[in-house]
């Protein structure tokens, strides 16, 4: 069974970095996708990030801002997010999937971490 938790959400100011941590336990890399998405009340939920053995891909929003990275040896993902816009301001979720595509409907998602960016 998969799961996820996720830390390294707080306030930031516009401009400012952030990094997201995911420990995901009972993971395997190499079949999975795991990613973070991000949701505002009212609003859908988004896909910001993804990766899997194959690549990354990120959301137009945050292309060029953000990184997302797994560690192996600790089967952890993180986000990086720089130059963090007032628009960012969303909980943040990990989540785990067999392919990108699967993780909003599909996924196992983690309790979420909210990011607050102040303008």
């Known amino acids: 069974e998969v799961q996820l938790v996720e830390s390294g959400g707080g306030l930031v100011q516009a401009g400012g970095s952030l990094t997201l941590s995911c420990a995901a336990a009972?993971?395997?890399?190499?079949?999975?996708?795991i990613g973070w998405l991000r949701q505002v009340p009212g609003k859908k939920r988004e896909i910001v990030s993804c990766?899997?053995?194959?690549?990354?891909t990120y959301a137009d929003s945050v292309e060029g801002r953000f990184t997302i990275s797994y560690d192996n040896t600790k089967n952890m993902v993180y986000l990086q997010m720089n130059n963090l816009k007032p628009e960012d301001t969303a909980t943040y979720y990990c989540?785990?999937?067999?392919?990108?595509?699967?993780?909003?409907?599909?996924?196992?998602w983690g309790q979420g971490t909210l990011v607050t960016v102040s303008s």
């Open positions: 990766i899997t053995n194959g690549g990354r």
């Open positions: 009972g993971f395997t890399f190499d079949e999975h996708a």
């Open positions: 989540a785990a999937d067999l392919n990108c595509g699967g993780l909003i409907a599909y996924g196992v």
